[in-house]
C-alpha cells in the first residue's frame, strides 16, 4: 500500500510539518494553490530572550491577482543576511548550533533563489537530509491538476499509484470524503499533537516554532521529540 501526503510548502516549518513527511511514502510539495499573505508560507517563529518572533521572507505580491505559491517571487535577498543574522543572535548558546550551521549557514549566505517555491523545498529537503528522512519528495507541478479542491487531490494520488492518503487535520473542512471513497482511496488524518518537550532555550516551552529550534538545541538527538522521524 504506497501512502502519500499533500501539502503547501512553508519556510523552515515546525517539527511536525518534517514527522508528516517521514510518515509517507511520497510527499507532494502542492505550491500550485494561492499564495496565502500573513501565513506559514514565508514565515516562521524562532525563540528568543523577549519571546517568539517571526522571521519573514518578503515576497513580490501581484495586488488581486490570483497568484500561486510557485509563481510568488523573493523580494531581494537583504533579509537572508537579517535572518541569519537572528539565528546567531538567539541560538549560537544551543548546544549543537555550530554543527547545523555548518550546512545551513550557505543557505542565507548565497541566496541565488529568485522564487519562494524554491527557496522552501530546498531547505525543506536539507533538513530532511539532516533527519536521515528518506521519503520521496516531488512537486505538483509533476502532475496534470483538474478543477476542485478534492478532484486535485485525488488525480494525483491516482497518478502516483498511492491507496492511501494521508491529510493534515486543517483540510477537514474542504475536502470531500466521498470522492476518496469513489476512488478507494484511503483517507488517514494526520495528527501532530502530544509531542514531548526537549532542552529549549529562553524561558517557557513553545512546540510552535521553527524546526531549527530542535536541531540547534538537540542535533542529531532531534528524532527522540518527534513520532516518525527514526535515525
Keep these: 500500500m504506497k501512502t502519500i501526503a499533500i501539502l503547501q510548502s512553508n519556510y523552515i516549518p515546525w517539527?511536525?510539518?518534517?514527522?508528516?513527511?517521514a510518515s509517507v511514502d511520497e510527499f507532494i510539495l502542492y505550491d500550485d494553490v494561492q499564495y496565502t499573505r500573513r501565513d506559514w508560507r514565508n514565515r516562521n517563529l524562532i525563540k528568543t530572550p523577549a519571546g517568539t518572533h517571526w522571521l519573514s521572507v518578503p515576497v513580490r505580491v501581484k495586488g488581486r491577482y490570483?497568484?500561486?505559491?510557485?509563481?510568488?517571487?523573493?523580494?531581494?535577498t537583504d533579509w537572508a543576511e537579517r535572518h541569519w543574522s537572528s539565528l546567531v543572535a538567539n541560538y549560537r548558546r544551543a548546544p549543537y548550533f555550530d554543527s547545523v550551521a555548518e550546512w545551513l549557514q550557505p543557505y542565507f549566505q548565497d541566496m541565488t533563489f529568485t522564487h519562494l517555491s524554491e527557496l522552501n523545498g530546498s531547505l525543506i529537503a536539507a533538513v530532511c537530509?539532516?533527519?536521515?528522512?528518506?521519503?520521496?519528495?516531488?512537486?505538483?507541478?509533476d502532475y496534470e491538476l483538474p478543477d476542485g479542491k478534492t478532484e486535485r487531490l485525488v488525480s494525483i494520488c491516482r497518478d502516483t499509484g498511492a491507496s492511501r492518503y494521508v491529510s493534515g487535520p486543517a483540510a477537514r473542512a474542504y475536502i470531500d470524503t466521498q470522492l476518496f471513497e469513489d476512488a478507494e482511496i484511503d483517507l488517514c488524518w494526520f495528527e501532530y499533537g502530544d509531542y514531548p518537550e526537549y532542552p529549549q532555550l529562553w524561558g517557557s516551552f513553545v512546540h510552535?516554532?521553527?524546526?531549527?529550534?530542535?536541531?540547534?538545541?538537540?542535533?542529531?538527538?532531534?528524532?527522540?521529540?518527534?513520532?516518525?522521524?527514526?535515525?
Design 129 to 141: 537530509s539532516y533527519l536521515g528522512v528518506a521519503t520521496r519528495i516531488r512537486s505538483s507541478a
Design 66 to 76: 490570483h497568484q500561486t505559491i510557485r509563481e510568488t517571487e523573493l523580494d531581494g
Design 208 to 231: 510552535q516554532v521553527t524546526v531549527l529550534d530542535l536541531l540547534f538545541n538537540c542535533g542529531q538527538g532531534a528524532p527522540r521529540y518527534m513520532k516518525y522521524v527514526h535515525r
Design 15 to 21: 517539527k511536525g510539518y518534517f514527522d508528516l513527511i
